[in-house]
């Protein structure tokens, strides 16, 4: 098992930046992949970003140019950096991490995009 707790939401304009965090409880060297969704209001849960163990990232293709998603086995942390915001960027964004043919959320932090 592992839990997951996201920080670095909040309330930014657009074209601001943010950077969210996940950290896990305990190490995420051998977790198959972790990643990014969000889910905006009335919309479906959407894959963001996923980086594997060996480090191949993959994007949506909305977010492409936009945003990074890195991992620091070190600190058993992934990050999601958001640049260049746009108000339809604005969601909760959940952590996830797949291991053993399970998969594990975050309780998810808001990004809201407004001015």
């Known amino acids: 098992q592992v839990q997951l707790v996201e920080s670095g939401g909040g309330l930014v304009q657009p074209g601001g930046s943010l950077r969210l965090s996940c950290a896990a409880s305990r190490s995420i060297f051998s977790i198959n992949a972790m990643g990014w969704y969000r889910q905006a209001p009335g919309k479906q849960r959407e894959l963001v970003a996923v980086?594997?163990?060996?480090?191949?990232?993959n994007y949506a293709d909305s977010v492409k140019g936009r945003f990074t998603i890195s991992r620091d086995n070190a600190k058993n942390t992934v990050y999601l950096q958001m640049n260049s915001l746009k108000p339809e960027d604005t969601a909760v964004y959940y952590c996830?991490?797949?291991?053993?043919?399970?998969?594990?959320w975050g309780q998810g932090t808001q990004v809201t995009v407004s001015s």
């Open positions: 996830n991490a797949f291991s053993d043919s399970v998969n594990y």
């Open positions: 980086v594997t163990r060996g480090g191949s990232t």
